[in-house]
């Protein structure tokens, strides 16, 4: 199978890459620099070249306080360049694994999030992450929709790296304990996405490592199994000011996953020490 592959500098896009060559794909991995997904023309020449059959879209402007300040660029890249790649997808008749997030959700309550709840996005970022859910629905018929959370991989900064940084310069750190969710593993999540685009299993999905927890609790666990005696202190989001909102509830059911037939992620504090091995 040929797969393409966006946003390769970025922590899942590596990891994509890696695993579609494990398999003996032919894959081509691409960013920016190779394909900016703003410029239709450019899209359309490489897919002229590398014709693939699948594309994994990881390309997107993920930077999700300054995209409150830089509205109109990270819509260009997350509406309208994934809009670009669905009418060629379309064209091309490939099948589109997308990447979306658990911030299109308003993440009120305590209930775990079914892919088919309404989206109710708090900030830019997952506005515009779900206009480009949209424009796939819109124009693509053999799709995959996998929204997923709290992202770490070794390819690229994350929250991981960020607290192993402060708890070894400061000794203390300060996490919020009031916003619930799952940590996610590109490794491990990656396995799943070839899974998907190896299947016509089409559709919206949630995919993150399993269990749930709050920031706070991840940090405790980071520090236990790095070893660090660090000073970790809960404090509520309203004592945490930053410019884009997050939700509170960032729970999401992966039930249609194993429904589906695909094998579920291994708990989250599984992936996180087997991670902190890598690193």
Known sequence: MKVLVTGIHGQLGHDVMEECKKRGYDAVGVDVEEMDITDEGKIREVF???????????????????????????????????????????????????????????????????????????NIYGQTKYEGEQAIRRYVEKYFIVRISWVFGVNGGN?????????????????????????????????????????????????????FCSWYEFAREIFRL???????TPV????????????????????????????QLPSWENALERYLKEL
């Open 226 to 232: 790095a070893g660090l005696s660090v000073e970790v």
């Open 48 to 122: 002229s070249r590398v014709c693939p059959e699948a594309v994994v879209h990881c390309a997107a402007y993920t930077a999700v306080d300054k995209a409150e300040d830089e509205e109109e660029i990270c819509r260009l890249v997350n509406g309208k360049g994934t809009e670009n790649i669905a009418k060629v997808c379309r064209e091309q008749d490939c099948k589109l694994l997308y990447l979306s997030t658990d911030y299109v959700f308003q993440g009120e309550g305590e209930r775990p999030w079914e892919p088919e709840d309404e989206a109710n996005p708090l």
């Open 236 to 263: 509520d989001t309203d004592q945490f000011p930053v410019k884009a909102k997050r939700p509170k509830n960032s729970r999401m059911s992966k039930e249609k996953i194993v429904k589906s037939g695909f094998n």
């Open 159 to 211: 929250f991981v790296k960020t607290m192993l940084r402060l708890g070894r310069e400061n000794g203390a750190v300060k996490v919020v304990d009031d916003q619930i969710g799952s940590p996610t593993y590109t490794r491990d999540l990656s396995v799943l996405l070839v899974d998907m685009i190896e299947s016509e299993k089409y559709g919206i999905y949630h995919a993150s490592n399993e269990g």
